[in-house]
């Protein structure tokens, strides 16, 4: 399991899901199922006003899924 703290987000990485939360509201925002995923590689952007996740889409090479959280003011 990875965890990772990125301004107001906290991105758990286990195997076979990730879990958005919200810092600030102390709420989850996304529960993903995601293929076997051992290692932990996803990518996020560093912008403060969204958050971009990337990470990898299913066992084909080369495949990754990209989904994007508007950051609420």
Same mark, same amino acid.
């Given at each position: 399991?990875?965890? *990772?703290?990125? =301004?107001?987000?906290?991105?758990?990485?286990?195997?076979?899901?990730?879990?958005?939360? +919200?810092? !600030?509201?102390?709420?989850? *925002?996304?529960? =993903?199922?995601?293929?076997?995923?051992?290692?932990?590689?996803?990518?996020?952007?560093? +912008?403060? !006003?969204?958050?971009?996740?990337?990470?990898?889409?299913?066992?084909?090479?080369?495949?990754?899924?990209?989904?994007?959280?508007?950051?609420?003011?």
């Amino acid at each position: 399991m990875y965890i *990772i703290y990125y =301004i107001n987000r906290i991105i758990v990485i286990c195997e076979q899901k990730i879990f958005v939360f +919200d810092f !600030n509201k102390f709420q989850d *925002i996304d529960i =993903i199922d995601t293929f076997e995923n051992p290692k932990g590689i996803v990518a996020l952007s560093y +912008d403060p !006003n969204r958050t971009v996740l990337a990470y990898p889409a299913d066992k084909t090479k080369g495949f990754v899924r990209v989904k994007c959280y508007e950051t609420m003011t």
